[in-house]
């Protein structure tokens, strides 16, 4: 397995799609945080509480969601750029058991969504805290619970990698699974969980963002373990499916 | 000793029949052509030897274990399926070195290969910028990276230029010279006659024959071409006595079946002058011809590669 996981770890180190990843994601949390702290306060649509009060802090200390879909979109490419390139052919010639060259890139991608989530944390971090000591505000949140929600990001962007590599090991069709994660992220879960308040803890980008503070709708977020346990239970789900029609699946 | 062995392999895609019990064998230290028309199945047999496509039916071993099953695959079989199998962003030799890494081959041999497939100077471009060519050459220095024991081509002198293909050719030779098994499935049947020690045809997803190049041209029949003014009168002479002849031109005849002597004796005894005479073996190609005609008439059926 150790074979396997370095090879994919050179694979993601070889070519420049995770650098951009990673600059298009936490280039996006900056903007984001960086708005959302300029309105805080202002009554403006996106952001109403104050930097001051702890629901100010937190919604843009939560602000990390876009680095956390970037590290989803990496997973699914780690299994993707196989069909895409044709290099599944290569892949499987080196390790012909499949299943073990998933496993190998669920944990590589969790890997690099770790460092994903952790730059978004480090970026609504030094914005929310830069903005706040700007304006000579108090900071509202407890040092632990601002380390909670930077642990929850970095722990929700590992997931979510992870669920990504599943999930484009299932669809293989690079371009169908961005598109997939990106409308299922921004338009189904919000429109499930709106529609729905008791389902929405339990949808697995809500779960993965409320772990870094952002609750969802409803207000009602799962303890921080179960939010884990979902999410790395739904990517378990998705990996065993993923890896036994990968392994009935013809390569030609 | 046979070191590729297929025994009733068949594949069937939905309603088409890709591959149909087809068995063959490929030995240690020999060159095996695999030849078939465009859809005769070879690359979807080449691809359920490499355990990458599921057999319906049958057998394929490489040293007496389904590929998937073998200890550190690539150290015993080296395989180049197409010229495409390669991230475009990525240089040549991270592309190795990623190949390496999954076989686990030790990082100097990247060196080696790059070297021996002559792209050392184009080790650090990215592969998007590659020619086909030299796709190919990459293809069979990640084959080689194993250094192993049997090699599996298919089609490898696609794109190649004339240096190339004569690279190529000797690389092959000198594999199999050193005691590699190489099974090559190729269209450009003349080169395969010059690399070849076995030839295998598939045509139709059958098996045609498997033989020697040598049995194959000499089972095939020589043919005895004959250039005379009074042709026609030579031509019923040669039909009477029971040869098959034809007319290759008003003063050509070709003769299969029988030697110069005979021809020459019947032509002399009728006083008929004989200007040329000349046994010829057919080649490679002719055979080939020959053996897939038949089916060849009929509507091929669009088969998945």
Redesign the interface.
């Known amino acids: 397995m150790t074979t396997a996981i370095r090879a994919e770890i050179l694979k993601l180190t070889t070519i420049r799609l995770p650098l951009g990843l990673l600059a298009t994601g936490t280039a996006l949390t900056a903007a984001m945080a960086a708005l959302t702290a300029a309105q805080a306060g202002s009554g403006a649509s996106m952001a109403d509480a104050p930097l001051d009060t702890a629901a100010g802090l937190t919604g843009l200390l939560s602000t990390t969601y876009f680095a956390m879909i970037m590290a989803m979109v990496l997973g699914v490419t780690t299994a993707t750029s196989e069909f895409r390139h044709s290099t599944a052919t290569l892949t499987y010639l080196a390790t012909p058991h499949r299943a073990r060259v998933l496993a190998a890139k669920t944990i590589t991608a969790f890997g690099f969504g770790l460092i994903f989530g952790l730059a978004g944390a480090a970026i609504t971090t030094a914005v929310g805290l830069g903005f706040t000591a700007a304006k000579g505000y108090h900071v509202t949140l407890a040092a632990t619970t601002i380390a909670r929600y930077g642990a929850g990001a970095i722990l929700g962007s590992g997931l979510l990698a992870s669920l990504g590599a599943g999930l484009g090991s299932l669809i293989r069709s690079q371009l169908a699974a961005v598109i997939t994660v990106f409308l299922w992220a921004f338009l189904a879960e919000n429109t499930l969980g709106g529609l729905f308040h008791p389902l929405a803890p339990y949808l697995p980008f809500m779960a993965a963002t409320s772990l870094a503070g952002s609750p969802p709708p409803g207000g009602k977020p799962l303890p921080f373990a179960a939010a884990t346990l979902l999410i790395a239970g739904i990517t378990a789900i998705t990996g065993a499916v993923a890896a036994r029609t990968t392994a009935q699946a013809d390569i030609s | 000793m046979t070191v590729i062995e297929v025994r009733g392999l068949t594949k069937r895609f939905g309603p088409v029949l890709a591959v149909d019990d087809v068995s063959f064998h490929a030995d240690r230290g020999t060159v095996t052509g695999f030849l078939g028309p465009n859809g005769a199945g070879k690359?979807?047999t080449l691809?359920m030897l490499?355990?990458?496509?599921?057999p319906t039916g049958g057998t394929a071993t490489i040293n007496g274990r389904a590929?998937?099953d073998?200890p550190g695959?690539?150290h015993q079989?080296g395989?180049v399926?197409?010229a495409?199998?390669?991230?475009?962003?990525?240089?040549a030799r991270?592309?190795l070195?990623?190949?390496a890494?999954?076989?686990?081959v030790g990082a100097s041999r990247v060196s080696e290969v790059l070297e021996l497939a002559g792209l050392a100077g184009a080790a650090h471009r990215r592969i998007g910028g590659f020619s086909l060519g030299m796709r190919q050459r990459l293809g069979l220095a990640?084959a080689l990276l194993g250094d192993p024991g049997a090699l599996i081509l298919d089609e490898p002198a696609n794109g190649l230029d004339p240096d190339g293909v004569r690279w190529l050719r000797g690389l092959l030779r000198g594999l199999a010279a050193g005691g590699r098994t190489v099974l090559v499935s190729s269209h450009i049947l003349a080169e395969v006659a010059q690399i070849a020690d076995h030839v295998i045809i598939l045509d139709h997803g059958r098996l045609i024959t498997q033989a020697t190049l040598t049995e194959l041209t000499a089972r095939a029949g020589q043919v005895v071409r004959i250039r005379t003014p009074r042709a026609a009168q030579l031509h019923a002479a040669l039909a009477a006595a029971g040869q098959r002849a034809h007319m290759a031109g008003p003063d050509r005849l070709e003769v299969t079946g029988c030697t110069p002597e005979q021809a020459g004796t019947l032509a002399a005894q009728l006083a008929i002058p004989i200007y040329e005479c000349a046994a010829q073996a057919p080649s490679l190609e002719e055979v080939f011809f020959h053996l897939t005609a038949a089916p060849a008439s009929q509507p091929p059926q669009e088969m998945?590669?």
């Open positions: 690359t979807t691809r490499l355990g990458l496509i599921e590929y998937r073998l695959p690539v079989v395989a399926l197409e495409t199998s390669f991230h475009p962003g990525r240089t991270d592309h070195r990623v190949q890494a999954a076989g686990q990640t998945p590669r």
